[in-house]
């Protein structure tokens, strides 16, 4: 079992730039595969990113490709969400979340274990 807590949300002007930190406990994190989702109010949970064990297989989500950048560091027990460019629609709350199965998992009930999330506010 692992349990995920996130860190490094917080409000940023539209442009800017916020990198999340997803810190992992358990032994066998550096074998889970890691993704970041988000929550805007009223809205669905959103695949964000995610990454397999080995870091060699990322995907992202068509709308975000470009502008954020999924790395872990399974040394460090951690996984990060690089978002640069931010934009007033990236507003929402930031979860991260680890699945021992293999694959690129991008619907949130692929995964087993998630985080409390961290608020990230972009404003205008």
């Known amino acids: 079992q692992v349990q995920l807590v996130e860190s490094g949300g917080g409000l940023v002007q539209a442009g800017g730039s916020l990198r999340l930190s997803c810190a992992a406990s358990g032994r066998t994190f550096s074998s889970y595969v890691m993704g970041w989702f988000r929550q805007a109010p009223g809205k669905e949970r959103e695949f964000v990113a995610a990454i397999t064990w080995s870091g060699r297989s990322i995907y992202y989500a068509d709308s975000l490709k470009g502008r954020f950048t999924i790395s872990r560091d399974n040394a460090k027990n951690t996984v990060y969400l690089q978002m640069n460019s931010l934009k007033p629609e990236d507003t929402a709350i930031y979860y991260c979340?680890?699945?021992?199965?293999?694959?690129?998992?991008?619907?949130?009930?692929?995964?087993?274990?998630w985080g409390q999330g961290t608020q990230v506010t972009v404003s205008s």
């Open positions: 979340a680890g699945s021992p199965s293999g694959g690129v998992l991008t619907r949130w009930y692929e995964y087993e274990n």
